[in-house]
């Protein structure tokens, strides 16, 4: 049996005529930039996420980007983060000039560690820039309270958490700015990359959307230096057709994760940890287990797809080795790196399928 990490192929064909009718209509009527179709899923998207301003962008990454360039984030600036995260994070951090500050994570839900944060704290710090990762918020409560104590924003890594819960509310609604990647293999994934920015305070609202387009609020008349960080019509007409099924195939994700759990319970399997004040939508099912390297190589002979996120910390890659961190800086991150894998979670797997990743893991573990 072959059990891909992702099917897209799977979730296009239940929903194949309504995209190609959608792809069709943007294409007949050549609004190919902006128009109904943006703006219809920006209204949409800042709905569900519980946010008055939705504000489409080119990618996730480049809605962080976007979201420190328009809270004035920059040379000389501190912005505090998780090491144990996808590049963009930091990447961005870095782009926008400022200087990314890391803290570890909690090795139960993976997420920064709120009680770490404070002290990493300097009269530079600017911002913290919390990721809610594997599609489970991190814990907003403690961290909201350290970032108004101490005047800072907070800037949301939501890309995998579109609609995720913590404590009754949506992610993307604590911060400044809420961040989601429409990246095809998300929840919500588009046809290629797109992303959106949610806010609910209108001023920054008004300089994101001049952010997007150069830093002009009207052609050729810039006021700042932005960038094209527009999201195209192409796109938010997909999304538009995709978002109708978001809450199902986010419920058949924690079926799938109940399943898997029943499976391992009471085995060497540790499952994903997910807090009682949250609410996950699992955009990866990820376990840690004895000999991690080797249940990959296990797996992946069964034609099983798994993968690693993620295999070297931010903190220990070449590129940041300016910012002066070494090896056991962050023991809790590096542990995760070296023990955590993600297998086949989405909506479409059969039981017959998960039975066959399940059983086959826990053969390997003996």
Known sequence: MQVPLLDLKAQYSKIREEMLAAVTEVLDS???????????????????????????????????LSSLMS????????????PFTFFATTGCIHRAGAKAVFVDIDPKTYNID??????????????????????????MDPIMEIAKKHGLYVIED??????????????GSFGATGCFSFYPSKNLGGIGDGGMIVTNDEEVKEKLLIMRNHGGGH???????GGNFRLD????????????????WS??????????????????????????NCISIYNQYVVRVPKRDEALAYLREKNIGCVV????????????????????????????????MALPIYPELTNEMKDFVAESLLEFLG
């Open 71 to 82: 809270l004035g984030i920059g040379a000389g600036d501190e912005v505090i983060t998780t």
């Open 251 to 276: 419920q058949g994700r924690r079926d799938n994760a109940s399943y898997y759990n029943k499976k391992f319970k009471g085995t060497a399997v540790g499952i994903p940890y997910i807090d009682p």
């Open 114 to 139: 709120p009680s770490k944060i404070e002290a990493a704290i300097t009269e530079k710090t600017k911002a913290i820039l919390p990721v809610h990762l594997f599609g489970q918020m991190a814990d």
């Open 233 to 248: 019509a192409l796109q938010a007409a997909g999304l538009l057709v995709k978002l109708k099924h978001l809450d199902e």
């Open 309 to 340: 996120y993620y295999p070297l910390c931010m903190h220990m890659q070449k590129c940041f080795k300016y910012l002066g961190y070494k090896e056991g800086d962050m023991p809790e991150s590096e542990k995760a790196s070296k023990e955590v």
């Open 30 to 64: 050549q609004i190919c930039i902006g128009g109904p179709k943006l703006a219809e899923l920006e209204e949409k998207i800042a709905k569900i996420s519980d946010c008055k301003y939705g504000i489409g962008a080119s990618s996730g990454t480049d809605a962080i």
């Open 219 to 225: 052609k050729y008349f810039n006021e700042v230096v």
């Open 158 to 171: 939501a890309a995998q958490s579109i609609t995720s819960v913590y404590k009754g509310k949506k992610a």
